[in-house]
């Protein structure tokens, strides 16, 4: 994942290139402070005070916390970035290198001790390149005012180093522009008036630098009464006597011109943004890099990107710009031979036709040698692969070589040293900004909702776009809801989507992807367009075309090369929305019903089986369910311990509710009621209590279609638990009465002792104690008949709980005792876990509170190991209360501030009731 905190302009995140939420400005300005202060302790009252200044409110602190535990929300997923705490003060870890702030000044550290002078430039250049605008401006902090002023200065005097650095080159030509207008920002700064005389002088307008010099002495003069310094007047002297020491231009004059190849094709009028990807450009010039290969999807806009960046770059290469189109990917003919494209480029370079040798490597051999000792650009568009390129490549590091294709070009960065830039889709607010620059602003502005859906539909690639907006262009009177409209039906888009000519729509262009692909890939790309989730991994891949790991990652390589997927984490492949409609279309043209519906049970059993053996991890004491068999040819993914479920399910969690849904769909009911209770655990620890009810009502309809009493039970009883935590305890009640009902047709024992056990909770949250503890005991007898000492652990202690709530601590001490010794033989953690809390509420209830709050600590880590949020703030908020009868006020505040910030995420109403505790101590949070 790459991350980039960006202070030196407005203050933004981004991931992978796309802007992240961090909130309004109150709430940017706490993430400014801390990214400043990267690294340095300070104090909550330092921070407050940097962030308000003496306009801090009254609950100041209480809504910086709030701020901190946002940020943390909306940061978990970046690697590497931690705000921690240290008593009353905060730390920020963060890589100083995601900062622009931190690597601007980390680069002119570097460009000041650098000793060799190219590279000094260049690290000024990459460092002055990070600013975006005005720091903060958008923030109201006096102190943030008072760093942008101090960081303005900086940049400043950067620039001035700069300007010293560029003319010791003999970039005097290529410095007289910014020159003039800094002098005219900054009229009585004399170094620069000295730098701007100087390169007026060198560029041989001897006359107009002694103007020069004279109309800043009379300024200074005049207005502050003060002579130039001895270095500008001495620099006056020595132009008067003609003594400045010559420098020649960098552009090389005492060179024989010959030809200036220019190239380009006309850059696109309606480029956006891409900021990072030119960043990247910009630094491989600076690096002398030689090669760049920009890589992407057809239609993601890679040649827009290689012209706008060329054209605006063209001063950079004074010897000219070369281009060829490689037609590596066109829909028909064949990729250009190295041999012709060296023929054109050497003709370009004036090299009449007799003379150019037949070989190819001689043709590339005299191609390098005129490039030789030349700044020249040459773009080498559309190419098929690197041996293509290779020939083309100049061979002095003046040159830049920009290559775009399909193709990683992976040997190129190997063994060349290329540099990658990968094009993805655009963010969405580039691609309004695209629309509104095709279609207008006004016609954008005035349909939000359909831009909105535009964007949705094209899958924000830039070649869909296109036609999108060509669409509305020739269509000016029509609304632009009335093409979202045309787009809203999946197999209708791509045929709305294609262009007025047969090769230029989106159609065509990935079907010049796909006609490269060897049979196996081909079929596999087609396959994944069945695949029900946002992404799979390497072995639901191979599962889906019945193949051996080992080959599935043969061929999702070779779709990764050609962009037709995307391996967007490590081992986990997606396409965009166009793309994978285009794969489900050829699908259902070239494989047929039987193969398709093959491929998708294959894909739901790897899931299914898979999620089985992580489930058992998770929760080994729940009854489990006998499953379907798997067909042949799914692939065997080993789930060993707890932390690989947790991190399958937390991988996979998307994909198994879509995976559930198209299970349904597809009238595939045995996967429709089995998979959510392979996910059911997980859920319910990880607090998404909605999608457990939600899943459990698909498996619950599946069930009914099966007619299948075991089925309907489980569903009706993991339906009624998922109730029980939504608080609807009426509806949890039905389902779980049915629940009994059904296990005691079928005559399972274990599956009544866990009914009723589900009916004690949903009665105790009704507050009918003694309902409660005569469903427990009759659950716990039905499983001492049945010998599961998991599951009577589990009752005992859920029968200390109920005698807590009545009071009665000394009876729930003795029976989460006897629970405990169980457990210590079985080592159920979860089992533990809860009995540990329910210890802890025994030992509160008696008095002992600092037992009570080792057993509330002991129970909150297991909880956290587990995964378990809501009940990791339960163990807390109670801690809180135990601390709180000890005496520790503070102590239990902190327990308290750590539960809301579990719960913020969960956005559960227990919340409300620990912030009012929090206030009540009159400590804010």
């Known amino acids: 994942m790459g991350v980039e905190f960006a202070l030196l302009g407005d203050v933004r995140v981004q991931v992978d290139g796309r802007d992240l939420d961090i909130g309004h400005a109150r709430q940017r300005c706490v993430l400014a402070v801390l990214l400043i202060e990267a690294g340095r302790t300070v104090t909550t009252d330092q921070l407050v005070d940097r962030v308000w200044g003496e306009r801090a409110p009254v609950r100041a602190r209480h809504a910086f916390y709030s701020y901190i535990s946002r940020l943390r929300t909306a940061l978990r997923d970046v690697a590497g970035f931690d705000i921690a705490r240290r008593g009353g003060a905060y730390v920020l870890h963060?890589?100083?290198?995601?900062?622009?702030?931190?690597?601007?000044?980390?680069?002119?550290?570097?460009?000041?001790?650098?000793?060799?002078?190219?590279?000094?430039?260049?690290?000024?250049?990459?460092?002055?390149?990070?600013?975006?605008?005005?720091?903060f401006e958008e923030l109201d902090s006096p102190w943030l005012a008072s760093v942008r002023d101090r960081l303005l200065a900086e940049r400043f005097t950067a620039e001035v180093q700069r300007y010293d650095v560029a003319l010791d080159l003999g970039m005097h030509d290529e410095l007289l522009a910014e020159l003039a207008t800094a002098t005219a920002a900054n009229p009585f700064d004399e170094r620069i008036a000295g730098q701007h005389v100087l390169a007026?002088?060198?560029?041989?307008?001897?006359?107009?630098?002694?103007?020069?010099y004279r109309e800043f002495r009379a300024r200074l003069v005049d207005d502050t009464g003060v002579e130039p310094g001895d270095q500008l007047q001495r620099l006056h002297q020595q132009m008067l006597a003609s003594d400045v020491p010559r420098i020649p231009s960098a552009r090389r004059e005492d060179e024989a011109p010959g030809p200036v190849p220019r190239q380009l094709p006309a850059a696109s009028p309606w480029f956006v943004s891409r900021t990072r990807e030119l960043d990247l450009l910009d630094d491989a010039r600076d690096a002398a890099a030689g090669v760049v290969v920009v890589t992407g999807a057809g239609g993601s806009g890679k040649t827009s990107l290689a012209l706008h960046w060329g054209h605006r770059e063209a001063g950079t290469f004074p010897d000219g710009q070369l281009y060829v189109d490689l037609r590596g990917f066109d829909r028909v003919g064949r990729p250009l031979r190295p041999a012709d494209a060296l023929q054109g480029l050497l003709e370009t370079l004036g090299v009449p036709p007799e003379q150019i040798p037949t070989d190819v490597d001689a043709r590339a051999a005299l191609y390098r040698s005129l490039l030789a000792r030349r700044r020249v650009l040459v773009v080498l568009d559309n190419a098929y692969d690197a041996e293509q390129v290779r020939p083309l490549l100049p061979g002095d590091v003046n040159c830049l070589a920009v290559v775009t294709s399909r193709d990683r070009l992976s040997c190129l960065v190997a063994?060349?040293?290329?540099?990658?830039?990968l094009l993805t889709v655009l963010d969405e607010s580039e691609a309004v900004s695209l629309l509104a620059r095709r279609v207008g602003p006004d016609r954008v502005a005035a349909e939000p909702d359909a831009v909105a859906q535009l964007v949705a539909h094209s899958a924000r690639l830039p070649l869909a776009l296109a036609v999108i907006a060509g669409r509305a262009v020739g269509n000016p009177t029509f609304p632009l809801s009335a093409l979202a409209g045309e787009l809203r039906d999946e197999r209708a888009r791509l045929d709305v989507l294609e262009s007025d000519g047969t090769t230029s729509g989106v159609r065509a262009v990935l079907s010049s992807s796909y006609r490269t692909l060897s049979p196996d890939a081909a079929r596999l790309f087609r396959l994944l367009g069945l695949?029900?989730?946002?992404?799979?991994?390497?072995?639901?891949?191979?599962?889906?075309?019945?193949?051996?790991?080992?080959?599935?990652?043969?061929?999702?390589?070779e779709l990764a090369r050609t962009h037709l997927v995307?391996?967007?984490?490590?081992?986990?492949?997606?396409?965009?929305?166009?793309?994978?409609?285009?794969?489900a279309e050829l699908a259902e043209s070239e494989d047929s019903a039987h193969d398709r519906r093959t491929a998708l049970l294959r894909c739901l059993d790897f899931y299914l089986h898979t999620g089985f053996a992580a489930e058992r991890h998770l929760a080994p004491?729940?009854?489990?369910?006998?499953?379907?068999?798997?067909q042949e040819h799914v692939a065997q993914l080993p789930v060993t311990d707890y932390d690989r479920a947790v991190e399958w399910f937390t991988a996979e969690h998307d994909t198994l509710l879509a995976a559930t849904a198209e299970a349904a769909r597809a009238r595939l009911d045995v996967h429709a009621w089995q998979l959510p209770w392979v996910l059911s655990t997980y859920l319910s620890r990880r607090g998404h209590w909605a999608y457990r009810a939600e899943t459990q009502r698909t498996a619950l309809?599946?069930?009914?279609?099966?007619?299948?009493?075991?089925a309907r039970a489980t569903s009706h009883h993991l339906l009624g638990r998922a109730e029980i935590l939504l608080g609807n305890q009426d509806e949890a009640l039905e389902h779980l009465r049915r629940a009994l009902d059904l296990s005691a047709r079928v005559h399972d024992t274990t599956g009544m002792a866990v009914a009723h056990f589900s009916l004690s909770s949903a009665y105790d949250l009704r507050q009918r104690n003694t309902t409660a503890l005569v469903h427990a005991r009759k659950a716990l007898r039905l499983c001492r008949e049945a010998g599961n000492r998991v599951w009577e652990a589990f009752i005992l202690t859920a029968i200390g709980w109920y005698h807590g709530k009545a009071d009665q601590h000394a009876e729930a001490l003795a029976h989460c005792a006897e629970a405990k010794l169980l457990l210590d033989r079985i080592g159920d953690r979860d089992g533990r876990a809860h009995n540990l809390h329910c210890l802890g509420r025994a030992h509160h209830g008696l008095g002992q509170y600092t037992e009570a709050a080792r057993c509330y600590r002991d129970a909150l880590a297991l909880f956290r190991e587990l995964g378990s949020p809501y009940l990791e703030a339960k163990s807390l908020d109670h801690l809180g209360d135990a601390l709180q009868a000890a005496g520790d006020q503070p102590g239990a505040c902190r327990a308290w501030t750590r539960a809301l910030e579990v719960l913020e995420p969960l956005a559960h109403p227990d919340a409300a009731e620990i912030e009012s505790k929090l206030l009540d101590t009159g400590v804010s949070r």
């Open 701 to 710: 309809a599946a069930a009914d279609r099966l007619d299948n009493d075991v």
């Open 531 to 557: 695949h029900p989730g946002p992404d799979a991994d390497l072995f639901a891949a191979a599962s889906l075309a019945g193949v051996e790991a080992s080959r599935g990652r043969a061929l999702l390589g």
């Open 566 to 583: 995307d391996e967007h984490r490590p081992g986990r492949f997606r396409s965009h929305d166009l793309l994978r409609a285009y794969a």
């Open 621 to 630: 004491h729940w009854p489990p369910i006998t499953l379907t068999a798997a």
């Open 415 to 421: 063994r060349e040293g290329a540099v990658p830039v």
């Open 94 to 135: 963060v890589d100083a290198g995601t900062v622009d702030l931190h690597l601007f000044r980390s680069l002119l550290g570097q460009a000041r001790e650098a000793t060799e002078e190219r590279r000094a430039l260049a690290l000024y250049d990459r460092a002055l390149r990070l600013w975006r605008g005005v720091p």
């Open 200 to 212: 007026l002088y060198r560029c041989g307008r001897r006359t107009e630098a002694l103007t020069q």
